[in-house]
Nanobody, 127 residues
Framework: VQLQASGGGLVQAGGSLRLSCAASGRTLSMYDMGWFRQTPGKEREFVAFISKGKTITYYTNSVKGRFTISRDNAKNTVYLQMNFLKSEDTAVYYC?????????????????????WGQGTLVTVSS
């Protein structure tokens, strides 16, 4: 499956952005999906997860209550709605697809368990 992330940009602190991750090649409903982010010199960080059936979501603590992950399997797209953005949310955001079942697994935040990655989209939050 090929993933294409989009929707990044420059936004003021307190603002909102919605990232999209469009899939092609295979149906996205076959995959658990995650969003990660990375800043220069740091490791890729888990942000959010959504299961194949849309019923299970996980978030890193720093974005709980502000970010919402969702998916539209009919459109083969996963979204990350980001509200109340902070300067520390500035990063390149990546979507990723996992062919294995990650629901209930403790390793869902690990980048290594995801099989496919999008190219990243830059989010810059100005304070």
């Amino acid at each position: 499956v090929q993933l294409q992330a989009s929707g990044g940009g420059l936004v003021q602190a307190g603002g909102s952005l919605r990232l999209s991750c469009a899939a092609s090649g295979r149906t996205l409903s076959m995959y658990d999906m995650g969003w990660f982010r990375q800043t220069p010199g740091k490791e890729r960080e888990f942000v959010a997860f959504i299961s194949k059936g849309k019923t299970i979501t996980y978030y890193t603590n720093s974005v709980k209550g502000r970010f919402t992950i969702s998916r539209d399997n009919a459109k083969n797209t996963v979204y990350l709605q980001m509200n109340f953005l902070k300067s520390e949310d500035t990063a390149v955001y990546y979507c990723a697809a996992a062919g294995s079942n990650l629901v209930g697994r403790t390793w869902y935040p690990q980048p290594s368990v995801y099989d496919y990655w999008g190219q990243g989209t830059l989010v810059t939050v100005s304070s």
